[in-house]
Structure formats: structure tokens, C-alpha cells
């Protein structure tokens, strides 16, 4: 089976910076497309940023300049590196990623449980 567990969430001032990290383990043959999500409470779930097998990135809107993507293949790991943080980031950061397991042909998506990120103003 496989996991995705976030970390580095916290609580930090506006204009602060954080790093998000998820790392994926398990029987892992090869990762296709990781992305960042997040959800604010009483709002729906919302795409921050993805990044694809060969590294090609996009973002929402609300984030880019501000909000970085990267992934280090050798450790099946995504980060998300958030600078300039406002207090509307505020939202429970998820990583997803689409998996292929050893001695199966199929990509499948799995998710993460999440990192609480919390911007005072």
C-alpha cells in the first residue's frame, strides 16, 4: 500500500514563509503528476499548484509568485514552498499524487490527510 504524509504546516505572521513537504512511500514503481490542494474552512477544496514527471509546474492565480512547487524524485517527495503568506492562505494543505505500484500497469491517485497552515494577520 501506499502513503503520502504531509508536513511542515504551523501557524506564522503575514508576509511569513513556510515549507510543505510530502513524502510517499510504499511498493512505488514510478510517480506521474504530485500537486497541492487546499481547503478553507467552509470553502470547497481549491488546486494550489502541480507538477508534472518532468517538472513542468502550474499554479492558481491567487498563489503564483509567491508559491513554489519542486519535487526530488529520489525521495518520492513534493514540497511547496509558500512565501508572502496571507492570512487567506489559511487552509488545510492536501497532497495528492498519481502512483503506480510495482508489477501493476495502472496509475492511481492517492491522497495525503493534510497539513494545517494557519496566517495571522
Known amino acids: 500500500q501506499v502513503q503520502l504524509v504531509e508536513s511542515g504546516g504551523g501557524l506564522v505572521q503575514a508576509g511569513g514563509s513556510l515549507r510543505l513537504s510530502c513524502a510517499a512511500s510504499?511498493?512505488?514503481?514510478?510517480?506521474?503528476?504530485m500537486e497541492w490542494t487546499r481547503q478553507a474552512p467552509g470553502k470547497q477544496r481549491e488546486l494550489v499548484a502541480i507538477?508534472?514527471?518532468?517538472?513542468?509546474?502550474n499554479y492558481a492565480d491567487s498563489v503564483k509568485g509567491r508559491f513554489t512547487i519542486s519535487r526530488d524524485n529520489a525521495k518520492n517527495t513534493v514540497y511547496l514552498q509558500m512565501n508572502s503568506l496571507k492570512p487567506e492562505d489559511t487552509a488545510v494543505y492536501y497532497c495528492?499524487?498519481?502512483?503506480?505500484?510495482?508489477?501493476?500497469?495502472?496509475?492511481?491517485?492517492?491522497w495525503g490527510r493534510g497539513t494545517q497552515v494557519t496566517v495571522s494577520s
Open positions: 495528492n499524487a498519481r502512483i503506480r505500484l510495482r508489477a501493476d500497469p495502472n496509475f492511481v491517485e492517492y
Open positions: 510504499g511498493s512505488i514503481s514510478s510517480i506521474n503528476v
Open positions: 507538477i508534472t514527471s518532468g517538472s513542468s509546474t
